[in-house]
């Protein structure tokens, strides 16, 4: 799987002689430009186990690299940096120290699924963006996102009543990402919503708020979606250990 993209070498590996004359000829400067050789020696040979173990990562191992997904990619034309074609290449090869170095940007996913729809292999690159945000966050090297914030507070309150109330959702999802809730284009939403909205809606969306009102008989469903989280989770954690067993065996071997 060759890579060819300029933009994929990292500045700091490009070296060039400041002066240098071969076989007579001036080659300072530009002219003496060459990529530093790298050898890396930390790979992660489960890293695309781990991927694929979590939800849109599936597919991962159809990928043929054709670039289609980059070519069509909307965070791409505008950052160059942002290349899922290459970190699906990274993924499978197990370079997971390179792969870090893009750790700030993977996030920025807006998930229009171009790339989706350009993919000759059904790989779901969307997905792998996904799941790869998730693996970050999972393994420790970032922060919980604001999305998954939102999406565990939208789960709560569907296990909890059976029934989404938006303007808990929204409160807790506040809070929990530490945001005030008087943010400006909440205010412009509110005045908007009670100049047009019918009374009889506004009404009992405001009494839902404080009532919190339930699905009648949820409780068993919730037990249900409960067990099916937890089985997932479960299903995902020995998954995402797997490189640290692999590591256990490597350095016991080596004793
Ligand atoms: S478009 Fe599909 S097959 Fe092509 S590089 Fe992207 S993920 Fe791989
Ligand atoms: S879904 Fe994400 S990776 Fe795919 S084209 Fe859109 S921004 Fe790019």
Known sequence: MPIHEKSLIRPENLKTHDKLVLDGIDVSGHWSTFIETRVVSDYNEALEEEISALPGGEYIHRCWQCGSCTNSCTVHAINPDFNPRFWIYLI?????????????????????????????????????????AHWL????????????????????????????????????????????????????????????????????????????????NWSS????IQEYIDEQHDKQDKALSLSELIDVAQKDAAA
């Open 137 to 216: 966050e999972r393994k420790g090297h970032t922060p919980k996102s604001p999305s998954t914030h939102f999406d565990e507070v939208f789960t709560e309150q569907v296990i909890a009543t059976g029934k989404i109330e938006e303007s808990r959702t929204i409160r807790r999802f506040f809070k929990r990402t530490n945001q005030g809730l008087m943010q400006s284009w909440m205010v412009e939403m509110v005045k908007r919503m009670l100049r047009h909205l019918p009374i009889g809606l506004l009404s009992r969306m405001g009494l839902a708020t404080f009532i919190a009102p339930r699905t009648s």
């Open 92 to 132: 499978r090869m197990g370079m997971e120290s390179e792969l870090l170095r893009d750790k700030d940007i993977i996030w920025q996913c807006v998930s229009c699924n171009k790339c989706t729809y350009a993919c000759p292999r059904d790989v779901v690159p969307e997905g792998v963006m996904k799941a790869t």
């Open 221 to 224: 469903a919730a037990s249900a």
